[in-house]
């Protein structure tokens, strides 16, 4: 069983920065692949990044990719992602998600989810 807990959401103005973080409870937290995704109003939840167990293999979506930067701290047990040149755009809910095997972009792939947070860019 693993929980998750985002934070670091927030408003921030169009070009501006906000890193998440997810906080994973659970000895087995290095064995589980991290994704985040995101759902705006009215919309799909759509994929964001995945990275690996090790960290050594990651996965953008082409609308975040050179943006938008995964990253994990085993130690922290600890999923980030740094979102740069932020747009309204990407204005959603963002969510992390954990499954056992490797990376994927499809939610349904994912065991684990967190309650999401809100990340809101104005014009």
């Known amino acids: 069983q693993v929980q998750l807990v985002e934070s670091g959401g927030g408003l921030v103005q169009a070009g501006g920065s906000l890193r998440l973080s997810c906080a994973a409870s659970g000895r087995t937290f290095r064995r589980y692949a991290m994704g985040w995704f995101r759902q705006a109003p009215g919309k799909e939840r759509e994929f964001v990044a995945a990275?690996?167990?090790?960290?050594?293999?990651?996965n953008y979506a082409d609308s975040v990719k050179d943006r938008f930067t995964i990253s994990r701290d085993n130690a922290k047990i600890t999923v980030y992602v740094q979102m740069n040149s932020l747009k309204p755009e990407d204005t959603a809910v963002y969510y992390c998600?954990?499954?056992?095997?490797?990376?994927?972009?499809?939610?349904?792939?994912?065991?684990?989810w967190g309650q999401g947070t809100q990340v809101t860019v104005s014009s």
């Open positions: 998600a954990a499954r056992i095997w490797g990376i994927s972009d499809r939610p349904a792939d994912y065991d684990y």
């Open positions: 990275i690996d167990w090790s960290g050594g293999s990651t």
